[in-house]
């Protein structure tokens, strides 16, 4: 068989891109090794198809993290044999193109983002452009890329040369969606309406604060917020100071199929990130099609990608402004709204199309060419 070694910086647990990707490889026919790494925290996995490898790192953040993350993946690279190497993201492409030219392997680039644009690389700061100089350098020599939407494609064709194939981030389709957890369970409210934000990347100026501002002004709903980010504190300060216990609970970040549960019970999925950034402007998050497979109608901010999909599939809201007010008034009138039902059944309806048996074509007609 051959081997592919797929590497990312995360501790893979909540990856679902990552771990769509390598289930598609080892059906393919490859030998699939993911690595990446363990923190503290960490949750346990579940069995997958394929082998894991996870790192345990003596820093976890800051420029230590990612140095010392680079050395681990270089050496694990370097004595391990692999055909195919897959890095995901800037955070691991140097070791997976300096390994692939040393031995002559085959190395293909997925960018999730454009990573060099993150709000939290500060503008003309020192990580920002070190990281930047790394990105043009790299990319450009690149043979075979992915990356996560046609806006950001076209950043990349326009800065480096280089036009990646697009595979959007969409969940695996599923014939029924089983949910044997009750709400009680799960520790939601019988009697009110859940308002969900869902993500492994709850940050900065992704809508999340507006939405619990928002919730002073909604009655009869709760505004779930479920999963990991580095806002959340700030949230749960927020939530404190306006008296909101009662209307926002909080869960940590889930294993899948768990999410699936929460997911289910949602009468309006919520997506706010802001145009404060060209990453943030292209971005297309995975949770919009969580949603979707979940029959959830969408509360979605004003970007281009997000804007196609919510239109062209009708299956929910464009919020035209982030004023907390506002968001909460477009709450109120989607959980009333008589067109409910439509978005929901539209969104049955587009998970036949915005599923991953799709995306993953793209994906098939490179991979193939290296069996």
């Excluded at 549960?261 to 990130?273: C, N, P, R, S």
Aim: charged letters at 25%.
């Amino acid at each position: 068989m051959k081997k592919a070694i797929v590497s990312v910086i995360n501790d893979l647990v909540t990856d679902q891109r990552v771990h769509k990707v390598c289930t598609t490889l080892h059906d393919m026919g490859y030998d699939v090794l993911l690595v990446g790494r363990r923190r503290r925290e960490s949750l346990s996995m579940n069995a997958r198809k394929y082998r894991t490898h996870r790192m345990f790192l003596f820093f976890e953040k800051g420029p230590a993290f990612y140095a010392f993350f680079q050395l681990r993946l270089l050496f694990f690279l370097l004595f391990r044999r692999a055909d195919v190497l897959v890095s995901n993201d800037l955070d691991t492409l140097w070791p997976n193109f300096f390994i692939s030219k040393l031995k002559g392997t085959k190395l293909v680039y997925d960018a999730h983002e454009i990573f060099t644009e993150v709000p939290e690389l500060a503008e003309n700061s020192a990580r920002k452009k070190a990281w930047k100089k790394l990105e043009g350098w790299l990319v450009p020599k690149l043979k075979h890329m992915f990356t996560v939407n046609n806006s950001i494609a076209a950043w990349y064709e326009k800065q480096y040369g280089i036009r990646p194939l697009v595979v959007r981030n969409m969940p695996r389709l599923q014939s029924e969606v089983t949910v044997s957890m009750t709400r009680n369970e799960l520790g939601l409210p019988e009697n009110k309406r859940i308002i969900l934000l869902q993500g492994a990347g709850i940050n900065i100026q992704r809508g999340a604060e507006e939405a619990v501002e928002a919730m002073q002004y909604v009655d009869h709903a709760v505004l779930l917020i479920l999963g990991s980010g580095d806002v959340l504190p700030l949230l749960k300060e927020m939530v404190k100071k306006n008296k909101l216990e009662e209307k926002v609970i909080f869960i940590p970040r889930q294993p899948f199929e768990k999410l699936q549960a929460y997911t289910h019970f949602a009468g309006i999925g919520l997506t706010l990130d802001k145009d404060t950034n060209i990453n943030y402007r292209f971005s297309l998050p995975n949770k919009i099609f969580d949603y979707i497979h979940a029959g959830v109608p969408v509360l979605a901010s004003n970007l281009v990608e997000v804007r196609q999909v919510v239109e062209k599939y009708n299956v929910g809201r464009i919020a035209e402004s982030h004023d907390p007010r506002e968001i909460a008034r477009v709450m109120t009138e989607m959980l009333a709204s008589p067109d409910y039902e439509t978005w929901k059944s539209n969104a049955a309806r587009a998970r036949t199309e915005l599923c991953w048996e799709q995306e993953e074509l793209q994906l098939k007609s490179v991979y193939s060419k290296f069996l």
